[in-house]
């Protein structure tokens, strides 16, 4: 049993408590709710490729209904649905219901197995099958995202109780998706931008030292706040920001260090996701506090791996865009962004992330440089 359109699944321990009793509080909760206070829904967008060689059933369905095949695809765009249950499949989702006039029977098909990302109707449900199986719901369209994947946290892109609406789009644009998401097109670097994730680590034998972000926390809590995978790359600018046109529509955050951001002249909040058009500029003043801020795209920045990281090491020219920092002109490629994840973090977490008053100092092989009056302050326990 899963929970599905009216019903709940409830887990209790026996032994602490009773059927009778688990039922009374239940309905005592239900009874005091206020069904329109339900708050922190995500709301998915997501595009599909309708008709073509994506939507066999197309055609057929709308002249089965009377209807027109664009009156029959902007039903299906022009209502938002929640996400009520999983299906038989793993991460088949579906969605709440369709005009009355669009209801089908599901009809197994002998033979017939459905791509992955495929969009159908069965009844007045709707949903998007997650891999290639034998099905038999009523298809009229493809999405180029992976609804389901095993590297990815979370690997279903959908929830129960997620808002979604379908996007029409191209097929040009399906193809483009699919391959791999958009450009970031570098207009102005700033003074030292680097593609960084979390750093390589197990390869100090070996003499490859760890780089990665300076400033890990805030790139961990980017990545969230973006729907970015945990060990996917992102963006760290340092001191003074750049600017980036996106050539995807995509979301972003912006975490660490305040750089001014901004898009298309629009201030940005720190620490929260923003979605991004394309053709649309981000732009990154200089510091107001800290050095290094990080500028997290869904999905993550496309580089080559080395030794199992994507991290830039500049003095060895590994790893990151080519071992280097970004240039002006540079084009970054970026992975196909995640629904709207539309994250926040709370602005009390902002407090506890201010700068240390306590910085240790440990004597590296090159203390020597320094006069003895410029190693003095590093002498003591620590720096306040």
């Not at 005592?28 to 066999?56: H, K, L, N, W």
């Not at 996106?246 to 660490?256: K, N, R, S």
């Not at 995640?338 to 977490?349: F, L, T």
Request: charged content about 25%.
């Amino acid at each position: 049993m899963h929970p599905a359109y009216c019903s709940l699944l409830i887990k209790f321990d026996p032994r602490r408590t009773t059927h009778q009793q688990v039922e009374r509080d239940v309905r005592e909760r239900m009874a005091r709710m206020d069904p329109g206070s339900a708050t922190g829904r995500r709301q998915v967008e997501i595009p599909v490729c309708y008709g073509v060689d994506f939507g066999p059933d197309l055609a057929w369905l709308a002249e089965l209904r009377g209807l027109l095949i664009d009156d029959l695809i902007g039903s299906t765009r022009s209502r938002r649905t929640r996400c009520s249950s999983w299906d038989s499949c793993p991460a088949l989702r579906t969605w709440g219901r369709f005009p009355r006039r669009l209801p089908l029977r599901v009809w197994p098909r002998r033979g017939r197995r459905v791509e992955a990302g495929s969009v159908g109707i069965a009844g007045h449900q709707t949903g998007v099958y997650p891999f290639p199986v034998p099905g038999g719901w009523q298809i009229i369209g493809k999405t180029p995202l992976a609804m389901f994947r095993a590297d990815r946290d979370p690997m279903s892109l959908l929830a129960v109780g997620d808002e979604v609406r379908f996007r029409p789009i191209p097929f040009d644009e399906y193809v483009r998706i699919e391959r791999g998401g958009g450009v970031i097109r570098v207009e102005a670097p700033g003074l030292m931008t680097t593609v960084q994730d979390l750093g390589r680590e197990g390869f100090g034998r070996w003499a490859y030292r760890r780089p990665g972000a300076a400033d890990p926390v805030a790139l961990r809590i980017g990545t969230v706040c973006s729907a970015t995978a945990r060990r996917r790359p992102a963006l760290e600018l340092t001191l003074l920001g750049g600017t980036f046109r996106f050539e995807i529509d995509t979301w972003i955050a912006i975490t660490g260090s305040d750089f001014g951001p901004m898009l298309d002249g629009a201030p940005l909040d720190l620490w929260a996701a923003h979605p991004v058009r394309a053709g649309q500029i981000v732009r990154m003043q200089s510091t107001r506090s800290g050095a290094r801020c990080y500028l997290c795209v869904s999905g993550g920045i496309q580089v080559p791996l080395f030794l199992a990281s994507a991290s830039t090491h500049v003095l060895s020219g590994l790893g990151g865009l080519q071992g280097r920092a970004l240039r002006k002109g540079d084009r970054l490629q970026a992975d196909r962004p995640a629904p709207p994840p539309a994250r926040r973090v709370n602005p009390k977490v902002g407090a506890n992330l201010a700068p240390r008053r306590r910085l240790r100092v440990t004597e590296g092989l090159q203390a020597d440089w320094f006069s003895a009056a410029a190693r003095a302050p590093c002498s003591k326990p620590h720096i306040g």
